[in-house]
C-alpha cells in the first residue's frame, strides 16, 4: 500500500496553488497553507479548499501530521523555509531559485543529506515529455559522438512597460541577478538535464532598459500587471538586468549560447533550444511543447509529436496520454511530483533520484554567481563545482 501523503505547502500566490493541483493529482491531501499572515491564510484556505491555514510557516512545518512541504514562497525566503522544514524533518519539494546565494543552497543540500530527506527542486520544465525523450535521445548517442552546439533562449514580455512591476524587480526579494536567476536557471538545468554536461565557464553580457520603473502602491500578482489596472505608483530605481546573453562552455569541448530577456513582446513565456550533435540536431520550444524537431544533413527532417508509442522506451512513463492529447504546463508539475513520491514511497535513499535535487539547484546557483561576476568584470569565468 502506497502511504497518503498529507502535505503543507507554504506560500499561495500565482504557483502555490498549481503544486496544491499537482499533489492532489496524486491522491495526496494537501492538509495545511502558510500564507504571510493569518488573514491571507485563512482566506487562501477557503478559495483552495484547505483544512488547516497557517499564518506563519513555522507552525506549518512543526505540524506533525505533515509529511512533505513545498515551498512557494518569494526567492529570498527560500532558504529559511526549505532550511526549517527540513530541520523538522520533513521532506522538501523548493521553488527555484533555491536560495539566494551558493553558501546557503550549500547548507540546504548538507542538511537533506544528514538528515536522509528527499530534497527537490522545481526544474518543471525537465518532465514535458518529449524533453524526457530528449534526454533518452542524447544518452543513447542518436545525436553522434560529439555534441557541437547548445543554444537558445528563454523570453517574456510581462515587465515589458514601466509600469509592470513583481517583487522579482527588487535584490532584497529576488535577488542580485533576474531574469537569469528567474528563467535563465531553467534553461541551464534543462539542457544540462538533457545533454548530462555540466557549464564550466561562462561570459555574460546584461542590459537594463528600463533603469527605472513605477512601483504600484498596492500588491500585483505575478504577470498581474498585464491585466488592466488604475493604481497609483512611486518611482524606482532597477539595478536587476531586463535582458542578458551568456556565452557557455560545457563539458566535453560543447559550446553554448543562451539569450534571456522579460521586455520581448510577443514572447509570453518561451524557452527554446537547440542542441547539435556531430550527426544531428533536437529542437524544442516550450509553447508548443508537444512536438520536438530532430534535424538531419543526409536525409529530411523529422517531427515527432508526443505520443508514448513514438517515444524513447525510458521516456515514455512521463506522457500520460496518447498521442494527440496534449499535455502541458501543469503536467509538468504532476510528474516531477510523480517521480518524488515514488522515490519517497520505495524509501531506498541510496538510488539516484530521477527529479532535480537540492544539489542541482545548488550547481544552477553556482553558475548564476558566475555570470554575475562576469557581467560585472567583462571576463570569461569558470564554474568551481
Ligand atoms: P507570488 O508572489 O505570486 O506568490 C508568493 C506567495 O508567498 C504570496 O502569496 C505571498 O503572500 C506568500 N508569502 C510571502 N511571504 C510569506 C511568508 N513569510 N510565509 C508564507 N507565505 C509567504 O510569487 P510566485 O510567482 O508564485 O513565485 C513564487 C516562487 O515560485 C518564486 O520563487 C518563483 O521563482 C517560483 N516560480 C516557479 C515557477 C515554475 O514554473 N517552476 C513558476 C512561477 C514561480
Ligand atoms: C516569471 O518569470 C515566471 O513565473 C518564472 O518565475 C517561472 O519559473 C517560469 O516558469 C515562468 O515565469
Not at 512545518?61 to 515551498?71: G, M, N, Q, S
Not at 526549505?82 to 543540500?109: D, F, Q
Not at 514572447?267 to 542542441?275: D, G, P, S, T, V
Not at 515514488?342 to 527529479?355: H, L, M, T, V
Amino acid at each position: 500500500m502506497v502511504k497518503k501523503f498529507k502535505v503543507g505547502v507554504i506560500g499561495v500566490g500565482f504557483i502555490g496553488p498549481a503544486h496544491m493541483e499537482a499533489i492532489r493529482r496524486q491522491g495526496f491531501e494537501v492538509l495545511a497553507l502558510a500564507e504571510s499572515n493569518q488573514e491571507l491564510a485563512d482566506q487562501a484556505a477557503e478559495r483552495l479548499l484547505i483544512p488547516k491555514a497557517y499564518g506563519d510557516w513555522k507552525d506549518l512545518v512543526a505540524d506533525p501530521d505533515i509529511d512533505v512541504v513545498h515551498v512557494a514562497s518569494p526567492n529570498y525566503l527560500h532558504f529559511e523555509h526549505a532550511k526549517g522544514a527540513l530541520e523538522a524533518g520533513k521532506h522538501v519539494i523548493c521553488e527555484k531559485p533555491l536560495a539566494m546565494t551558493a553558501e546557503e543552497s550549500e547548507v540546504l543540500v548538507k542538511i537533506a543529506e544528514e538528515k536522509n530527506l528527499a530534497n527537490a527542486v522545481n526544474f518543471n520544465l525537465r518532465f514535458y515529455p518529449l524533453i524526457q525523450d530528449a534526454k533518452a535521445r542524447i544518452d543513447t548517442g542518436e545525436l553522434g559522438e560529439r555534441i557541437y552546439i547548445i543554444q537558445g533562449s528563454y523570453l517574456q514580455d510581462w515587465l515589458l512597460l514601466e509600469t509592470d512591476w513583481n517583487w522579482r524587480l527588487e535584490p532584497e526579494y529576488g535577488g542580485e541577478l533576474r531574469a537569469i536567476a528567474d528563467i535563465g536557471s531553467h534553461w541551464m538545468d534543462l539542457v544540462t538535464f538533457i545533454t548530462g554536461k555540466k557549464i564550466t565557464s561562462v561570459f555574460a553580457d546584461f542590459e537594463t532598459f528600463l533603469p527605472i520603473r513605477k512601483k504600484p502602491m498596492k500588491k500585483i500578482d505575478t504577470f498581474g500587471g498585464k491585466m488592466q489596472m488604475d493604481v497609483e505608483y512611486e518611482e524606482k530605481k532597477i539595478t536587476t538586468e531586463d535582458y542578458a546573453a551568456v556565452l557557455f562552455k560545457f563539458e566535453g569541448g560543447t559550446r553554448g549560447v543562451m539569450s534571456v530577456s522579460q521586455v520581448s513582446s510577443g514572447r509570453k513565456n518561451r524557452l527554446f533550444f537547440e542542441i547539435n550533435g556531430s550527426d544531428s540536431s533536437l529542437i524544442w520550444d516550450s509553447e508548443i511543447p508537444n512536438q520536438m524537431m530532430i534535424g538531419h544533413r543526409p536525409e529530411p527532417n523529422q517531427y515527432l509529436i508526443k505520443d508514448p508509442s513514438l517515444m524513447m522506451k525510458s521516456a515514455q512513463w512521463s506522457a500520460s496520454y496518447p498521442g494527440g492529447h496534449a499535455e502541458g504546463f501543469p503536467d509538468t508539475f504532476k510528474q516531477l511530483q510523480t517521480a518524488f513520491y515514488r522515490y519517497i514511497s520505495q524509501g531506498d535513499f541510496e538510488k539516484a533520484p530521477n527529479f532535480p535535487t537540492f544539489r542541482d539547484g545548488h550547481n544552477t546557483i553556482l553558475v548564476d554567481e558566475a555570470i554575475l561576476q562576469s557581467a560585472r568584470e567583462n571576463i570569461w569565468v569558470d564554474v568551481n563545482y
